[in-house]
């Protein structure tokens, strides 16, 4: 996150990422279970810093696009909807991918698993 830009979550600084997550989509009826599944769409496309504060300006996965190159994706085959995502995320292996704490919470929360 752009540090710039204070904290991460507007709720205030002693709010985890599970928090967050569950602050913006209980609010939209979406339980736990339903977020974990959202969450999957990462497996599709990339973060730009520019436009988010997350992220690489580029990655070997993003370097030559399709499209404008760039950013910082959450899969190798980010055009490819698969689980991948959550195997990445899970395994944290690839410092290439992006992994927001609100990634690595589904992990780590009881209520995500």
């Known amino acids: 996150c752009n540090a710039a830009a204070g904290h991460p979550f507007p709720e205030g600084p002693k709010t985890t990422p599970a928090d967050h997550l569950r602050h913006i989509f209980h609010r939209m009826g979406f339980t736990d279970q339903e977020i974990v599944v959202l969450s999957g769409a990462h497996t599709l496309g990339r973060s730009r810093p520019e436009r988010s504060g997350w992220g690489k300006e580029s990655t070997r996965y993003t370097e030559n696009g399709p499209g404008l190159p760039g950013g910082q994706s959450w899969t190798a085959d980010w055009l490819t909807f698969n689980n991948t995502y959550f195997k990445d995320v899970k ?11 609100t990634d690595a919470c589904i992990f780590e929360d009881e209520g995500f698993r």
């Open 91 to 101: 395994a944290q292996r690839d410092g290439e991918l992006l992994v927001l704490p």
